[in-house]
């Protein structure tokens, strides 16, 4: 087991670890949009959220020497699925020709206030 942490994304904000890989798995938690500076949240909109969570889990990826091409899951929970197509359609910015499995649901809060959560599962070929 091989604990991943960088300082490109955001520090665990409670007992968790950014990424764990076991067996050429890596398992990254829920990613907030966080400023990995900062640790604040970016900005108020979906589509700004959705990118900088999924640059937080690019950022976690990179550290552990993955790619987005190897993620096989990731699971989003969103405050509003009215908001799902926005989601959508800045989550096709990143994965446009590989494509993960996925499930997307509603949750009643998040961290922070903020409107998204995305966590992924990635596998070295």
Partial sequence: MNIISTN???QAIG???????????LYI??????DPQTMEVI???????????????DAILTK???SLHNVVKCGI??????DFSIVNEVYGQYFHSHK???SCVQVAKLPREVK???EAIAVRN
Avoid: W
């Fill in 29 to 34: 938690s829920g990613q907030i949009p966080l």
């Fill in 8 to 10: 490109a994304a955001p």
């Fill in 100 to 102: 993960p499995t996925r």
């Fill in 116 to 118: 998204i959560e995305i």
């Fill in 77 to 82: 929970f969103l405050t509003d699925m009215n």
């Fill in 64 to 66: 552990a020497g993955y």
């Fill in 43 to 57: 900005a108020d909109d979906v589509a700004t959220q959705t990118h900088q969570c999924l640059k937080n889990i």
């Fill in 15 to 25: 007992p968790y670890s950014q990424a764990i890989e076991v067996n050429n798995t």
